[in-house]
């Protein structure tokens, strides 16, 4: 049978975050046809909810964006309760939050940027969010970094930075029964609230006293102070605007980790769901080395903009 005969995919991003982000785009993966479309729902859960149960069983997959059905801890699951909910408004199209590409594809990106040179040992990181990002975490503390990892101040507003692995894995042991009854926009920033920027000089230290800002990019973008001259950025789901954005604020360089598509860099969850569409299954029913290789075929490596010359870029 030819290419051309058989039947796109389609999957679909049905996002807690802002509408403003919303954008289709139309894909080849494995010599298959993949079309993607990112529909915010500007924070309203219930819209959310009413949407899954609305494409279910018309696409070849759903993700799950502006929010988490679990986190990924050291091999444990932490689950997200209103995440949860909203996953099973589902009940025939398989539904992906973006954790399996956490824990493979961030993990080579940042690898690969060691192999760049633009993160080495003792080079200084925040990660305004680890437990959402573990694998990228561990790969960090895996290459030396020194990591302030920001999850009580970005999620919680506790001016207390944690340092190793070991404090991320107690803090979700810790708050496991929270997770499932903790309303979501109270642990991350949904709808219009995405958009907003906060000048608080309290988060502003941590930007400015470490040399890579990596996370989240709502949560990278909400505190962002006016100048982070020399910094590099690591991060996802970016557009044109925010590499504007970052490049205005003096960012030496900025790093994605997922495929752009014009102009466009896709959240792990629609991303993970459009492999979830072409191979038949979830990620989490395969291998990390199965993901892995199915990473590497496709020429998944995330993308570096550089701002200025340095070291370890090619131009």
Known sequence: ???????????????????????????????????????????????????VRLVDGCVDAIGLGGIDICLRVRGE????????????QAHVSPVVDGSGLKDTLERSVTRNLVEAGLIYPGIKVLMVNALD???????????????QFGDLIFNLGIDYPLTTLNELHE?????????????????????????ETIANPNFAKYYL???VIAGDRHL???????RIDGKGILTNTTRESVV???????????????????????????????????????????????????????????????????????H
């Open 220 to 226: 990278i973008s909400k505190h962002l102070p006016n």
């Open 77 to 88: 699951k932490f689950f997200i309760g209103e995440g949860l909910k909203l996953a099973e």
């Open 209 to 211: 006293e470490n040399d």
């Open 171 to 195: 803090l979700a042991t810790k708050y496991r029964k929270r997770l499932l009854t903790t309303p979501f926009h109270m642990l991350y920033p949904t709808g219009s609230s995405q958009d």
């Open 133 to 147: 990002r573990f694998g990228m975490a561990e790969a960090l503390i895996e290459a030396g970094c020194i990591c």
């Open 244 to 314: 504007k954005t970052f490049r205005d604020a003096g960012a030496t360089w900025l790093a994605t980790t997922t495929p752009e598509m014009e102009g466009v860099s896709g959240g792990t969850n629609l991303m993970e769901a459009a492999l979830t569409a072409v191979v038949g299954c979830r990620l989490e029913d395969l291998s990390v080395n199965e993901v892995t290789h199915l990473i590497e075929n496709l020429g998944w490596t995330g993308s570096i903009h550089p701002f200025t010359e340095r070291r370890g870029i090619e």
């Open 1 to 51: 049978m030819s290419e051309n005969t058989i039947d796109p995919k389609n999957v679909i991003s049905i996002s807690l975050g802002s509408s403003s982000g919303d954008f289709s785009r139309t894909i080849i993966l494995n010599g298959l046809t993949v079309n993607l479309k990112r529909e915010g729902t500007n924070g309203d859960l219930e819209h959310a909810k009413e949407k």
